[in-house]
């Protein structure tokens, strides 16, 4: 029987757990110093260590500790004094050792949190999400599946391999069970993982770009009936690369697994996949324990000791939290809470405070970059930092409007010619001839032109039809090729019609 949502947290309670794994921006890999840039010819940032050769030995990626600890102290972890890495064994088709290089029963951070808020029906809410342990590991190659409908192993002709992402420096960020979020689980997971991407994008240790890979999120879920202590079976919907599929998927598994309870039958520890057209999730492969993995500490690296006095040199060098920034601005720009919603939902608040650092209103800038710049954005199904404009061409473009020089709808012209590659504001303006008409003898010969051709309509309003005078002000900036200020245009028509300007 299909269950509704609301069926479902009348009933039970959902338990979570988040794993998610964070590439981090290093120049070379974890354990060899191949490129990591992203999207090279297959198989071309390859070496002996990273493709396993006989006799190739990892050295540690120095970096990535680094960044590994940032991460840890930004989420309130204790730094362990010693961490060694662990060879963690199952068959992996992409990873050239047939084991991955990570952290089992040491990591080098654990006992963390983070605080997150969500709206709910009764005002905001906030839930703390413990953080279990935080971990070095190596990511694995990319499979590529030819033949087939679904590019997926099953019903492929065959499958190429490309190792240049094996060896990428990963963090694993695990989370404690999280109950008590009750209905709001999918929206708790979606605002954790994203103050996760804010947080890692603050310390500039990964370009978090969930689309390409590079953060993503393992989400297992459980049921238990409200009033239990006994945990329900977990699955573990694996590699969801969307804040938005964090939550569709969470919200999908919750019913998936309270149709099998009701219905008297089994959920199975397993790991899925989730599907972003349907919203659903498939079966992937069994769920293993720990032990399945034949863990036992990595022989040919040396363990991890960090000195105590350069933990607190980072602690002291970590930017700003990033909730208490957002606070910070809202409070600093006096943004409603409904348009502070929405430069984070737009993911761009880093761009609007870059704009205002460079001398744009605040109120502005938010405009341009959430109005005609995200339209643009959508239209072109962009991300809108993919855009050539920056936050100094939208800088420039408001000091221009304000000073007189362009008008909004002659700005946004030079929005479209920026984002066209045409240049600088400046260059567009001088490619493209735009220029305000603010010669009051230009503006009034172009409103007497189009009186006289109106007739009518201009003697409604000198009659008092006041409303009629929009028809003739449209005419006078078709007229002045849409250069001339409507404000002004409307005061010098009202003038000349005789009717008042206020």
């Avoid at 964090?246 to 009701?262: D, K, P, Q, S, T």
């Avoid at 040396?302 to 602690?315: N, S």
């Avoid at 072109?380 to 993919?386: E, R």
Wanted: proline share 5%; hydrophobic share 40%.
């Amino acid at each position: 029987m299909a269950l509704t949502y609301d069926d479902v947290i009348s009933k039970y309670e959902p338990v979570l757990g988040l794993e998610v794994h964070v590439e981090l921006n290093t120049e070379s890999k974890m354990f060899c110093s191949c490129s990591t840039t992203f999207g090279a010819e297959p198989n071309t940032q390859t070496c002996p260590v990273c493709l396993a050769l006989p006799g190739a030995l990892p050295v540690v990626n120095a970096t990535a500790i680094e960044s590994t600890i940032k991460i840890g102290l930004a989420l309130n972890c204790q730094i362990a004094p010693y961490s060694r890495f662990a060879r963690k064994n199952y068959f992996y088709p992409d990873m050239p050792k047939n084991f991955q290089i990570s952290q089992y029963d040491e990591p080098i951070c654990f006992d963390g949190y983070v605080d997150v808020e969500i709206e709910t029906e009764e005002g905001p809410k906030q839930f703390r999400i413990e953080i279990e342990r935080v971990h070095m590991e190596e990511d694995t190659g990319k499979s590529l599946h030819v033949g087939g409908a679904t590019g997926r192993i099953h019903g492929a002709e065959y499958s190429l391999l490309d190792y240049n992402r094996a060896g990428i420096p990963l963090v694993e960020i695990v989370t404690k069970i999280v109950p008590g979020t009750g209905k709001y689980a999918p929206e708790v997971a979606k605002a954790y993982v994203a103050e996760l991407r804010d947080i890692l994008r603050g310390l500039k240790v990964s370009d978090v770009k969930m689309e390409q890979g590079s953060l993503r999120c393992d989400a297992n879920v459980s049921l238990r009936i409200i009033g239990s202590e006994v945990l329900g079976t977990r699955s573990e919907t694996k590699n969801v690369n969307s804040l938005r599929s964090v939550e569709r998927a969470i919200r999908g598994e919750m019913i998936r697994h309270a149709e099998l309870l009701n219905d008297g039958k089994k959920v199975k520890q397993e790991t899925r996949h989730f599907q972003e057209e349907s919203g659903l999730t498939r079966s992937g492969r069994s769920k293993e324990q720990a032990e399945d993995y034949r863990y036992f500490p990595e022989p040919d690296l040396v363990p991890v000791a960090p000195d105590a006095g350069w933990i607190e040199t980072l602690r002291k060098q970590l930017p700003e939290r990033p909730s208490l920034r957002r606070k910070r601005l809202k409070e600093e720009w006096s943004v409603p809470d409904k348009e502070m919603a929405a430069m984070i939902n737009a993911d761009v608040l880093d761009i609007v405070e870059a704009t205002v650092l460079l001398g744009a209103e605040p109120t502005k800038a938010r405009t341009w970059w959430l109005g005609e710049i995200s339209r643009i954005a959508n239209e072109k199904d962009s991300a809108i930092q993919d855009l050539s404009i920056t936050p100094a061409d939208v800088a420039e473009i408001v000091a221009l409007v304000a000073a007189g020089e362009l008008t909004d709808k002659l700005a946004r012209q030079v929005v479209e010619g920026v984002i066209a590659g045409e240049g600088k504001p400046s260059e567009v303006v001088a490619k493209r001839g735009i220029k305000v008409v603010n010669d009051d003898g230009a503006l009034m010969a172009a409103i007497e032109k189009v009186c006289a051709e109106q007739a009518e309509t201009a003697d409604k309003v000198r009659n008092g039809h006041v409303p009629a005078a929009g028809a003739l002000i449209g005419a006078v900036m078709k007229e002045t090729k849409g250069q001339a200020d409507a404000a002004r245009v409307r005061e010098l028509l009202l003038g000349h019609l005789g009717q008042p300007t206020n």
